[in-house]
């Protein structure tokens, strides 16, 4: 069984920066494709940015220029560092990681970021 521990968020004022962290356990984290998704409060989960096994990155338009990923395979742990924050960016923030050829997206619980105006 995978699981995903994530920690880093809080509340911070508009402009500011915080670095998310995710943390794996199991043997799949090398293997898998990991990234983060945000959902704020009645909308959808939608995706922040991911990052494959070959260091490959993906973020949407909203984050582009201020959010950066990067993973540690040693450490079993995908980052999310983000600067310039923007009271929109509120939400609960998801790891996730998805072994290669397995089909399935395992989930960490979430961790809040509250950017405040």
């Known amino acids: 069984q995978v699981q995903l521990v994530e920690s880093g968020g809080g509340l911070v004022q508009a402009g500011g920066s915080l670095r998310l962290s995710c943390a794996a356990s199991?043997?799949?984290?090398?293997?898998?494709?990991v990234g983060w998704y945000y959902q704020s409060p009645g909308k959808q989960r939608e995706l922040v940015a991911t990052i494959g096994t070959g260091g490959g990155t993906n973020y949407a338009d909203s984050v582009k220029g201020r959010f950066t990923i990067s993973r540690d395979n040693a450490r079993n742990t995908v980052y999310l560092q983000m600067t310039s924050l923007k009271p929109e960016d509120t939400a609960v923030y998801y790891c996730?990681?998805?072994?290669w050829g397995r089909g399935v997206k395992y989930w960490g619980q979430g961790t809040q970021v509250t950017v405040s105006s």
């Open positions: 996730y990681a998805e072994p």
């Open positions: 199991g043997s799949i984290f090398s293997i898998s494709s």
